[in-house]
């Protein structure tokens, strides 16, 4: 039995999974001065930065089907080709790297597989940027943006569950010392 990793949508309907091409992503600038004017009472000008960037909604469906949320996470996700050089400086570091990010080793990514059917590449979603936006935002961003891909079970799922054990992990002041 075949399972497809990705499906073609459009519209509005959001779900996890989905994947929005160069959504807008705002950043504000601001700095530590900012923050003691505004106790004060003040209204300092405030820059606000917009950066472009592939995002994959994380908010989980049943969350946006019963509008259970204002605002929706989204992490960025990049082409695999266009960030190895970052992954090391030698083509065995870089693949140890990849083999790494594919078997869940580095808890802060995760791996996409391609798809030449829908003109996909190895991608890798990012979980210590992700910034959340207004659904509606998201939502209407979508419906502009014609078809776009979603990932589809068991896909979506391991995501997921990739993302909450990022956020699920704890670190001990101390631990147990190994055994020897």
Known sequence: MEYPWYAIVSGEQLQQGDIL???PQPYLELKPSHIKELR??????INIKIK???VIVMTQSCDLENSKVDNIILCPIY?????????????????????????????SMHMLNKSDAHEIDLQVVGFRNLFSIAKEVAATFAKDSGDRARLLPPYREHLSQAFARYFMRVGLPSDIGRFK
């Open 79 to 107: 082409n695999l080709a266009e960030i190895e050089s970052e992954l090391g400086n030698s083509k065995n570091d870089i693949r140890g790297m990849k083999e790494k990010i594919r078997t869940g080793a580095i808890h």
């Open 21 to 23: 091409r160069e959504f």
């Open 52 to 54: 472009t960037q592939d």
């Open 40 to 45: 004060l009472g003040k209204h300092p000008d």
